[in-house]
């Protein structure tokens, strides 16, 4: 088995390239086979793998090929595997598989059918590659392949102008990050003499000092290619408006696997990160920031894929923190089991927005709990495990990294205070939307319910979010140990506590009605603070203002080239001259006379002038 | 010859006189003829101001002159006559702006 893992990314890539060549050709069925069965077979052989991975732990070594070399510098098509390889693999190849399978429910009526299919194993491929690559500029290609795949499915219906404007956003903006990485890795290239993640690590620890200058300036450089990727601060902005491509394409892509690559990279290299603490706290910062943000943005969206996509940045944030923290399994924990049940909300928001004839108001949804069972269920389980909700998988891990914070030396307990603030808001917000949709009165009837290619997914799902908790991911190999103490008791039953007052307020609030909130939402102050909120703190504005409009501005301005207008002063004179000049050749004979006339005065005049004797 | 002494500058005055009305006529007229007659006019102010010199110094030289303008104008005439009678052929009319055929 350890010898044909290429074939893993290589079925889905194989599949995609046929369905591009003659896709258009095929039948639907065939289409959705073919999509469907080669993630599929990816999927089975990566659970080959885990059987085997956790029978001897043998971390796999494999080197197909030299990519190029040049002067010392050979990449190599090489792949590595180890725990945290086959947890981001299983994630991908598994999710993938259920997210394609709900796929060829939600998009059988789409004409597009096989493009849709072979971006999305080209993005499966991508994102194999990135996460089994051996050396970071084979990461790199698999960074930019499924930021190109994320763009031609975020502009999926192309055909509406503001999808397509999203998907350039999404591109553009990640393109500021993937700039500095880049730039990060020609630093770590020319400073250590390779990019071989394995061998670069050792010469790392070995080259530089605990807080040198060096190894921070490439941290934070790879921290920007991460934040972007990962829709954090202050790049985070890409991530709502990506969610105008279909909903499957939102779950796996911006929710369950592309979003986190980010917090692999930062996982992958952690060595490097020990070596620079200063990146770390600022990896901490931003996601614990990100996080807070999003979540009172969660708050106010009525959009049910955007609720969901500002939950994504903030969960992202948590991560970050986790990463920050050195809580690095609880981080990729969280990664795993975020990819559980975000993907099942993202499902779930999908198969409501497919019965619903394509509602996204979550105002004009509302009790569907009797009419669409399947679906409400697996919004309660999400929700639960997105809130954290005690025994859900994502109590498990967003308990560790509160945790794990709170022992973090001098800031340690702040970042907890505002991670709790934020488990308190992650609660409200994901059970109001439960609450909304699927309570109260029936304002738009459902036309149909799940079929069964939309139901299995969602159970499986739903099973992975509730006992997803109690898998042990085999990454103790991978990064260093914790020390294993453990805070005081009570925080620890303030941690589990937080969510459970969650859930309250907003059944108080979104349910029984018992606590008003609206005498504080239409004060003036709440007004001005809510709409602040739903516009995402006013950050796409303030880009718009800083960025775009000067830009456009600019390139307006040089629209009419104002060089070549300079050269084209010239032209306009000769113009002008020409045209006074041939005015004069009228044919009107009196005019020659009385110009004769005038020069003649004019010479006479000029004559008189003169001074004496210079003539 | 002292019967009538006039000063210089008083024939010239009225040549210069003479030589500007010519060249207004020149100017403001559009009937060819009286174009014609306008350069007859400003020829015959530049004779008298020859002639006026020439008996002003005792020199003979001004007469010569009166005499080649004289001829010279005679000729201008015959030619341009001929011209006008062309005019009149091809454009049906003497006046010069009509018989302007230049778009500009």
């Given at each position: 088995?350890?010898?044909?893992?290429?074939?893993?990314?290589?079925?889905?890539l194989?599949?995609?390239?046929?369905?591009m060549?003659?896709?258009?050709?095929?039948?639907?069925?065939?289409?959705g086979?073919l999509?469907?069965g080669?993630?599929?077979?990816?999927?089975?052989?990566t659970?080959?793998?885990?059987?085997?991975?956790?029978?001897?732990?043998?971390?796999?070594?494999l080197?197909?090929?030299?990519?190029?070399?040049?002067?010392?510098?050979?990449p190599?098509?090489?792949?590595?595997?180890?725990?945290?390889?086959l947890v981001?693999?299983?994630?991908?190849?598994?999710?993938?598989?259920l997210?394609?399978l709900?796929?060829?429910?939600?998009?059988?009526?789409?004409p597009?059918?096989?493009?849709?299919?072979?971006?999305?194993n080209?993005?499966?491929?991508?994102?194999?590659?990135?996460?089994?690559?051996?050396?970071?500029?084979?990461?790199?290609?698999g960074?930019?392949?499924?930021g190109?795949?994320?763009?031609?499915?975020?502009?999926?219906?192309?055909?509406?102008?503001?999808?397509?404007?999203?998907?350039r956003?999404a591109?553009i903006?990640?393109?500021?990050?993937?700039?500095?990485?880049?730039?990060?890795?020609?630093?770590?290239?020319t400073?250590?003499?390779?990019?071989?993640?394995?061998?670069?690590?050792?010469?790392?620890?070995?080259?530089?000092?605990?807080?040198?200058?060096?190894?921070?300036?490439?941290?934070?450089?790879?921290?920007?290619?991460?934040?972007?990727?990962?829709?954090?601060?202050?790049?985070?902005?890409?991530?709502?408006?990506?969610?105008?491509?279909?909903?499957?394409?939102?779950?796996?892509?911006?929710?369950?696997t592309?979003?986190t690559a980010?917090v692999y990279?930062?996982?992958?290299?952690?060595?490097?990160?020990?070596l620079?603490?200063i990146?770390?706290?600022?990896?901490?910062?931003?996601?614990?920031?990100?996080?807070?943000?999003?979540?009172?943005?969660?708050?106010?969206?009525?959009?049910i894929?955007?609720?969901?996509a500002?939950?994504?940045?903030?969960?992202?944030?948590?991560?970050f923190?986790?990463?920050?923290?050195?809580?690095?399994?609880?981080?990729?924990?969280?990664?795993?089991?975020?990819?559980f049940?975000?993907?099942?909300?993202?499902?779930?928001?999908?198969?409501?927005i497919?019965?619903?004839?394509h509602?996204?108001n979550?105002?004009?949804?509302?009790?569907?709990?009797t009419?669409m069972?399947?679906?409400?269920?697996s919004?309660?389980?999400?929700?639960s495990?997105?809130?954290?909700?005690?025994?859900?998988?994502?109590?498990f891990?967003?308990?560790?990294?509160?945790?794990?914070?709170?022992q973090?030396?001098?800031?340690?307990?702040?970042?907890?205070?505002?991670?709790?603030?934020?488990?308190?808001?992650?609660?409200?917000?994901?059970?109001?939307l439960?609450?909304?949709?699927f309570?109260g009165?029936v304002?738009?009837?459902?036309?149909?319910?799940?079929?069964?290619?939309?139901?299995?997914?969602?159970?499986?799902?739903?099973?992975?979010?509730?006992?997803?908790?109690?898998?042990?991911?085999?990454v103790s190999?991978?990064?260093?140990?914790?020390?294993?103490?453990?805070?005081?008791h009570?925080v620890?039953?303030?941690?589990?506590?937080?969510?459970?007052v969650?859930?309250?307020?907003?059944?108080?609030?979104?349910?029984?009605?018992?606590?008003?909130?609206?005498?504080?939402?239409?004060?003036?102050f709440g007004?001005?603070?809510?709409?602040?909120w739903?516009s995402?703190?006013?950050?796409?504005?303030?880009?718009d203002?800083?960025?775009?409009?000067?830009y456009?501005?600019?390139?307006?301005?040089?629209?009419?080239?104002?060089?070549?207008a300079l050269?084209?002063?010239?032209?306009?004179?000769?113009?002008?001259l020409?045209?006074?000049?041939?005015s004069?050749?009228?044919?009107?004979?009196?005019?020659?006379?009385?110009?004769?006339?005038?020069?003649?005065?004019?010479?006479?005049?000029?004559?008189?002038?003169?001074?004496?004797?210079?003539? | 010859m002292?019967g009538?002494?006039?000063?210089l500058?008083h024939?010239?005055?009225?040549?210069?006189?003479?030589?500007?009305?010519?060249?207004?006529?020149?100017?403001?007229?559009r009937?060819?003829?009286?174009?014609?007659?306008?350069?007859?006019?400003?020829?015959?102010?530049?004779?008298?101001?020859?002639?006026?010199?020439g008996?002003?110094?005792?020199?003979?030289?001004?007469?010569?002159?009166?005499?080649l303008?004289?001829?010279?104008?005679?000729?201008?005439?015959?030619?341009?006559l001929?011209?006008?009678?062309q005019?009149?052929?091809?454009f049906?009319?003497?006046d010069?702006?009509?018989?302007?055929?230049?778009?500009?």
């Amino acid at each position: 088995m350890s010898e044909t893992i290429w074939l893993i990314p290589l079925i889905p890539l194989l599949s995609s390239v046929t369905l591009m060549l003659v896709g258009t050709r095929l039948k639907a069925s065939q289409v959705g086979a073919l999509g469907v069965g080669s993630v599929g077979i990816s999927a089975l052989l990566t659970l080959l793998l885990a059987t085997e991975f956790m029978q001897n732990q043998q971390v796999i070594q494999l080197s197909l090929w030299t990519w190029m070399e040049v002067a010392g510098f050979a990449p190599g098509i090489s792949f590595y595997f180890d725990g945290l390889t086959l947890v981001m693999m299983s994630v991908i190849t598994g999710v993938g598989f259920l997210i394609h399978l709900f796929s060829t429910e939600f998009m059988e009526k789409d004409p597009s059918y096989a493009r849709y299919f072979a971006y999305l194993n080209m993005f499966v491929a991508a994102m194999l590659v990135l996460v089994m690559a051996d050396n970071l500029l084979l990461l790199y290609l698999g960074w930019e392949g499924v930021g190109v795949c994320s763009y031609l499915l975020v502009g999926f219906w192309y055909q509406h102008n503001a999808n397509g404007y999203a998907a350039r956003k999404a591109f553009i903006v990640t393109r500021i990050g993937d700039t500095a990485m880049a730039m990060g890795l020609l630093l770590l290239f020319t400073e250590l003499g390779t990019l071989d993640i394995q061998t670069m690590v050792g010469e790392a620890d070995q080259t530089w000092q605990v807080g040198a200058t060096v190894p921070t300036i490439a941290c934070l450089l790879l921290v920007c290619g991460a934040v972007g990727k990962s829709a954090q601060l202050p790049l985070h902005t890409w991530l709502p408006d990506a969610m105008a491509g279909p909903t499957p394409v939102s779950a796996l892509i911006h929710a369950a696997t592309m979003v986190t690559a980010g917090v692999y990279l930062i996982a992958r290299t952690h060595e490097l990160f020990l070596l620079a603490p200063i990146a770390m706290t600022v990896v901490a910062v931003i996601g614990i920031t990100t996080s807070l943000m999003a979540a009172f943005t969660a708050l106010m969206q009525t959009d049910i894929k955007r609720i969901l996509a500002y939950s994504t940045i903030s969960q992202i944030g948590y991560m970050f923190l986790a990463l920050g923290v050195g809580a690095w399994s609880a981080g990729i924990f969280h990664l795993m089991t975020h990819a559980f049940f975000k993907a099942l909300l993202f499902l779930g928001s999908g198969a409501i927005i497919h019965c619903l004839h394509h509602e996204h108001n979550i105002f004009k949804m509302g009790g569907l709990r009797t009419r669409m069972p399947v679906t409400f269920w697996s919004f309660m389980i999400g929700s639960s495990a997105l809130a954290a909700l005690p025994m859900t998988s994502g109590f498990f891990s967003k308990d560790q990294i509160l945790l794990q914070a709170y022992q973090f030396p001098e800031i340690g307990p702040g970042l907890w205070v505002a991670g709790l603030l934020g488990a308190l808001l992650t609660a409200i917000y994901s059970f109001r939307l439960v609450f909304v949709v699927f309570f109260g009165s029936v304002n738009t009837e459902p036309d149909k319910d799940t079929g069964w290619r939309m139901a299995v997914p969602l159970s499986i799902l739903c099973l992975l979010a509730m006992v997803g908790g109690w898998f042990m991911i085999p990454v103790s190999e991978v990064f260093p140990a914790s020390d294993g103490s453990h805070p005081a008791h009570w925080v620890e039953y303030v941690s589990i506590s937080v969510p459970i007052v969650g859930v309250l307020v907003a059944y108080l609030i979104f349910y029984t009605g018992q606590l008003k909130v609206d005498r504080l939402a239409n004060s003036s102050f709440g007004k001005s603070l809510g709409k602040l909120w739903l516009s995402g703190w006013g950050i796409d504005l303030l880009y718009d203002r800083l960025f775009v409009k000067p830009y456009y501005g600019l390139a307006n301005k040089l629209k009419s080239e104002p060089v070549d207008a300079l050269y084209g002063l010239i032209v306009t004179i000769n113009q002008t001259l020409n045209q006074w000049l041939s005015s004069a050749q009228s044919g009107r004979m009196r005019w020659y006379i009385a110009s004769m006339v005038a020069g003649l005065i004019l010479v006479i005049m000029l004559a008189a002038n003169l001074p004496e004797g210079a003539l | 010859m002292d019967g009538l002494n006039i000063p210089l500058n008083h024939i010239l005055l009225v040549s210069s006189l003479l030589f500007a009305i010519g060249m207004l006529g020149l100017m403001i007229r559009r009937n060819i003829i009286f174009i014609l007659m306008s350069l007859e006019v400003m020829l015959n102010a530049a004779a008298l101001a020859f002639v006026a010199a020439g008996a002003h110094w005792g020199q003979p030289d001004g007469q010569v002159v009166f005499m080649l303008i004289l001829t010279v104008a005679a000729a201008e005439v015959a030619v341009g006559l001929g011209l006008v009678l062309q005019v009149q052929k091809r454009f049906k009319t003497l006046d010069m702006d009509d018989a302007n055929r230049m778009q500009g």
